[in-house]
């Protein structure tokens, strides 16, 4: 939180135009607090917006969201209401959830009502400042009550501030907490579909970037997220699949959670399958090889790097021998050695001496492999100090590369 109220230019997450509207706005109508109970006593609407890992253990661990964070917001808003709230669920959330949200509000307070809203949030990191004030739509859910629907126009009227009302949905809360689960799996549905197509694409000799742009001409279709990679990271479209699965799972429809664990199992070879060919081309040892890693986020224009495809094939290239000299323009070295702890198992072998974080420029020297794990600009018209590199984000033109090979 000290960060926050510091300087503009130490915020503590990178993301395009965040820092003028924090510039803007901050002192003014955006205040960053830990006093929880002032802030909850003076609101009258409360954005729950706290983390849904997925569950380590107990029933239903490695897929279903642990709410434990969910839960405990709830008993510090039933505390320290002293006026009736609406409450909206901004975290994404297994469907049903209100229901236990309302529950531990109702059953921790006396004479104070409170409506749970769910209002999904459907920005992309690296975009998400453009994504908010033009949002694709805005998705409202409450209870089909009077008092839902008061609450429901209520934030309603907030967002017309700035979004067309035509763009604004309103729904019951159930349909609300799925869309997201639903939006975030279609999407990665997608990415995954693209990247089995490339395997193919590799044993047949067609080209995928030809047969992506074929595909998403279709109206029907469209060309977003076919853009075939190493495959997507992040802290969402994994967590919440593993979420869907585990729903599909408890209600008993087990074609379904198995249909869209497959996108899950797809990605994780995707990741795997592009380590591998660089392991290969070096005969299956990197011992002795440098290899430089450029980008460890999982995204272009973020410093965001959970589930990052950059830490698993780093991982697996270590493995195999090689040293390794890591460059992101964004990501800083104790976030790289903080997800290696994290990511990488067996970690407490690793020999740092092996691991080389460059932190102001990406200049390689002596090179054995380049390999490019995140789509940022200054990659696409790099110059590459070796002869082979493995572009695990389709950003280098082919005439380029085999320019690199004369």
Not at 76 to 100: H, N, W
Not at 211 to 233: E, N, T, Y
Not at 254 to 266: D, G, L, T
Request: contains cysteine; negative net charge.
């Amino acid at each position: 939180m000290e960060a926050w109220n510091g300087p503009l230019e130490k915020l503590p997450i990178y993301e395009p135009g965040l820092t003028e509207v924090i510039k803007q706005t901050r002192h003014k109508n955006l205040f960053f607090s830990t006093d929880i109970p002032k802030a909850i006593d003076q609101a009258q609407i409360i954005f729950m917006a706290v983390n849904t890992p997925t569950k380590t253990e107990g029933e239903g661990a490695g897929m279903a969201a642990d709410l434990r964070y969910v839960e405990a917001c709830a008993r510090d808003i039933a505390k320290y209401s002293k006026s009736d709230k609406i409450v909206i669920e901004k975290s994404t959330l297994p469907v049903r959830t209100a229901e236990k949200i309302k529950e531990i509000l109702e059953e921790n307070s006396t004479d104070i009502h409170f409506e749970i809203l769910s209002n999904p949030e459907f920005l992309a990191e690296g975009t998400a400042i453009q994504d908010l004030f033009k949002s694709d739509r805005v998705l409202i859910g409450g209870d089909e009550t009077q008092s839902g629907q008061k609450a429901v126009h209520a934030l309603v009227d907030i967002y017309a501030n700035w979004i067309p009302k035509e763009k604004i949905l309103t729904t019951n809360v159930w349909s609300s907490e799925l869309a997201k689960l639903a939006s975030n799996a279609m999407l990665a549905q997608r990415i995954s579909s693209i990247n089995s197509l490339s395997a193919l694409c590799e044993k047949t000799g067609a080209n995928i970037d030809e047969l992506s742009k074929a595909i998403g001409m279709d109206h029907r279709i469209g060309p977003h997220f076919l853009k075939a990679s190493v495959g997507f990271g992040g802290s969402c479209f994994q967590k919440d699949i593993l979420n869907l699965v585990y729903l599909c799972k408890y209600y008993g429809l087990e074609e379904v959670a198995e249909y869209w664990h497959q996108v899950v199992k797809i990605n994780d070879y995707q990741k795997d399958r592009f380590a591998q060919k660089i392991i290969d081309h070096f005969g299956g040892d990197l011992t002795g090889k440098r290899i430089a890693i450029l980008g460890w986020a999982f995204k272009a224009n973020t410093n965001d790097s959970r589930e990052s495809p950059s830490i698993y094939v780093a991982e697996k290239l270590y493995k195999a021998g090689a040293t390794l000299e890591i460059y992101d323009p964004m990501v800083s070295e104790e976030s790289m050695f903080r997800d290696i702890s994290l990511y990488w198992k067996g970690n407490n072998i690793i020999n740092q001496d092996r691991i080389k974080v460059l932190i102001k420029t990406p200049y390689f020297e002596e090179i054995d492999a380049s390999v490019v794990l995140t789509e940022w600009e200054m990659f696409k018209p790099f110059d590459f100090k070796s002869s082979k590199v493995f572009d695990g984000r389709n950003i280098i033109k082919t005439n380029e590369v085999i320019a690199l090979g004369k």
